[in-house]
């Protein structure tokens, strides 16, 4: 086999080159917040850096690679340029020989815990086997958080112990998307350089029409994310199974984690008459808000986000949020479009159902739900913050 790399990316001499790697990119839209972070950051920052991007050459779940994928060749994909690996191509010797010969002033790392897209490449930077000159930037991605650590937890102490013996992510800049997730990198990782730049949001598209919710029509309740622990769909369904109104729960998703699914499935199968349940699998990034548009109230009990993209689009869409107090996304209370609530209190969750189906003003949250959004974040500070961490990792001579 040939080794990826050999076809060398377009150069491009008047921007400043990032080479970033991902565990997935697009056209796919399975892996979920890293993928969608991405996007963004080239959607707007694309005029003023050079990206290149390594990926996988098919998406989340998937047996077939993306129609279309040359082998070897990188891609034109909005204003970047990709490059697609197979599982067999997923290995040491690629990844050394893809840092070598791609030019790059900085590398872009969007896990810890990604043993191909993250670990290899630290791997071949501490082996010798790729120039050192480029500094690291490494997004763990919400990966740090008590929720998420929680998860095969075993394995990751032992990865983390792993890496402090061998100093692998010695010297990097970390990026957090919050002050928490800033904490959460400390308690996991140590001291360090870390550099607040949370996600940027795409644009959002003007409010949808809607239909408000007949008299006497079930509450329209939607959840959709990767159906996995750290999304916590069992948590919703064991509080839907709690609530008396009548609710038509869809869930839209793919199943990452198929013995999840299953006790998921557990607990639908003795779902109490008045909760219907949809199963809508999983929807392409182009559909997201017009199929949320079609419900009452978006329901993502997580274990934790470092953004959350998937809510803002809720918001976008001009759902009622009811959410963990576990992202960024908090106040909603305050603001009247939602509830941002501790697992611990599940019975504070059946409770804001029931009043969200009692609720008959759709029309009017629909609006202070997309209001919500555009004074939620700061657009122009969060698009200087993540300018300014690119940036912090460029040679002195380049920028």
Known sequence: MTIPGSARAPVRPHKPKI??????????YRFGGPLQSIANLVDRLGDEFDFRIVTADRDLG?????????????HPVGQAQVLYLAPAERRLAVISRILRETPHHALYLNSFFNPHF????????RMGRSPLTARVILAPRGEFAPGALQIKQSKKRVFLAISRLVALHRNLIWQ???????????????????????????????????????????????????????????YALEALA???????????GPREDEGYWQ??????????????IVEGGPVEPADVVPALAQHDLFFLPTQGENYGHVIGEALE????????????????????????????A??????????????????????????????????????????????????????
């Open 19 to 28: 080479l970033v790697f991902v565990g997935g990119y697009l056209p796919g």
């Open 62 to 74: 998937s047996t077939a690679p993306y129609p279309d994928i040359v082998p070897q060749q990188w």
């Open 118 to 125: 993250s670990t290899l490449p630290l791997v071949a930077r």
């Open 176 to 234: 957090a998307s919050t002050q928490r997730e800033a904490d959460d990198i400390r308690r996991a990782t140590g001291p360090g350089n870390i550099v607040c730049a949370t996600d940027l949001p795409r644009q959002p598209a003007p409010l949808l029409a809607r239909r408000p919710r007949a008299a006497g029509e079930p509450l329209r309740i939607v959840f959709l994310s990767r159906i996995s622990p750290m999304k916590n769909l069992l």
């Open 242 to 252: 709690e609530v008396k109104a009548p609710v038509v729960f869809t869930i839209h």
């Open 263 to 276: 006790d998921c499935a557990a607990v639908i199968a003795r779902m109490p008459s008045n909760i219907e």
């Open 317 to 344: 869409a001009g759902l009622r949020i009811l959410i963990s107090d576990r992202t960024p996304w908090r106040g909603l209370a305050a603001e009247d479009v939602g509830d941002d609530l501790p697992l611990g």
């Open 346 to 399: 599940r019975s504070a969750f059946v409770q804001a159902i029931e009043q969200a189906a009692a609720r008959r003003d759709r029309i009017e949250a629909a609006e202070r739900s997309y209001a919500f959004l555009a004074k939620a974040f700061d657009v122009a500070d969060t698009l200087e913050a993540n300018r300014m961490l690119l940036a912090s990792a460029l040679p002195r001579d380049v920028g």
